[in-house]
């Protein structure tokens, strides 16, 4: 059965770094595009970064340019989201999910994608 998921979260402070990862099982990841994205309680589900099939096109959401980047090791299966800098508005639970394709339209939405993990909760305190 198909599945991502993630880890690497936990509780920093202002300023501080957190490196996530989300590996998948039961499928080649690196023939989808990917995308990470967060939820904070009582706001809706937020797109950070996405990474097509090769890794070579890379977005990101607004609030987290600069300081979020994005990968994926296609040996180990696995996607990272590099975040910088963290503040305590980037507290949220955060969630790996796997794209229908390769290549992808519009990578923020969130029916772009078909696969989502069980998310790791990152805070980040002040």
């Known amino acids: 059965q198909a599945q991502v998921e993630e880890s690497g979260g936990g509780l920093v402070q202002a300023g501080g770094s957190l490196r996530l990862s989300c590996t998948a099982s039961?499928?080649?990841?690196?023939?989808?595009?990917a995308g990470w994205f967060r939820q904070a309680p009582g706001k809706e589900r937020e797109f950070v970064a996405g990474?097509?099939?090769?890794?070579?096109?890379?977005r990101y959401g607004d609030s987290v340019k600069g300081r979020f980047t994005i990968s994926r090791d296609k040996e180990k299966n696995t996607v990272y989201l590099q975040m910088n800098s963290l503040k305590p508005d980037d507290t949220a639970v955060y969630f790996c999910?796997?794209?229908?394709?390769?290549?992808?339209?519009?990578?923020?939405?969130?029916?772009?994608?078909?696969?989502w993990g069980q998310g790791t909760q990152v805070t980040v305190s002040s």
């Open positions: 990474i097509n099939w090769s890794g070579l096109m890379k």
């Open positions: 039961g499928l080649t990841f690196s023939n989808y595009i």
């Open positions: 999910s796997k794209g229908r394709g390769p290549y992808g339209n519009t990578w923020s939405e969130k029916d772009e994608y078909d696969l």
